[in-house]
């Protein structure tokens, strides 16, 4: 996941245009693995190992106002537009980064604890949401005025507190049951598909891009939907 953050560079290689025609199908994908990782991997799994109570969709909850409370406090912006539309704090977006990648791993972490298979999916659609965020992220710490090799070292060190997110939840699984992080995940997960991700891909004018959008989209909850199916079997 870490690595992942290293992807930003290929933004110095194309043009701005081609970027953005890359970017927002790449959102679309993103925010239909993330609620397919949520509604038909990791809520199951909760209440298969928790049962069916008030106690696992208050988690959710918890973790979807988790998300709204770090982007209205830090003014967080995942910032899927190109570097031209958008012009935020440099070292804002990578503290921000920073915390987002730690409960990232928290999350992914609690999941495997609960069963692989549920940890497996639940780190794809981070994944596949990490992709479109470091292109964006990297390309505006360049437009900030960073060179390319301080971009990416500091855009990769952000990107380190996954593992240490991840090294924390498997620590604290010795001391007590860590399985609410995963229906606490899971609204993390649903909040960034329905409040940051999916407002993206609604803003196009032409019957053609919407399409795209909404194919991408569907795409990635077929795939995620896709995988529950093949690791029943």
């Given at each position: 996941m870490s690595v992942i953050?290293?992807?930003?560079?290929?933004?110095?290689?194309?043009?701005?245009a081609t970027l953005k025609k890359l970017l927002l199908p790449l959102v679309a994908l993103a925010a239909g693995t993330l609620l397919g990782g949520a509604l038909f991997h990791m809520i199951p799994a909760a209440v298969d190992k928790l049962g069916n109570n008030l106690g696992i969709y208050v988690w959710i909850i918890v973790g979807f106002t988790g998300f709204l409370g770090l982007e209205q406090f830090l003014h967080w912006h995942h910032?899927?537009?190109t570097p031209s539309e958008h012009r935020p704090l440099t070292y804002l977006i990578l503290i921000a980064d920073g915390i987002h990648n730690f409960v990232d791993g928290l999350a992914v972490a609690g999941a495997f604890?609960?069963?692989?298979?549920?940890?497996?999916n639940a780190w794809l659609a981070a994944a596949a949401h990490e992709v479109p965020q470091e292109l964006g992220d990297f390309g505006i710490l360049i437009h900030g005025g960073w060179n390319k090799r301080r971009a990416l070292a500091y855009n990769f060190?952000?990107?380190?507190?996954f593992l240490l997110g991840g090294l924390v939840a498997y620590g604290a699984s010795f001391a007590f049951d860590v399985t609410f992080l995963v229906p606490f995940a899971a609204g993390n997960f649903i909040y960034i598909a329905a409040a940051d991700l999916i407002p993206e891909i609604k803003r196009e004018d032409t019957l053609k891009l919407?399409?795209?959008h909404f194919v991408s989209f569907?795409?990635?909850?077929?795939?995620?939907?896709?995988?529950?199916?093949?690791?029943e079997h």
């Open positions: 953050a290293l992807v930003g560079s290929v933004t110095l290689v194309l043009q701005e910032c899927h537009r604890l609960i069963d692989t298979s549920v940890g497996i060190l952000s990107a380190l507190t919407n399409v795209l569907l795409v990635g909850l077929g795939l995620l939907l896709g995988t529950r199916f093949a690791f």
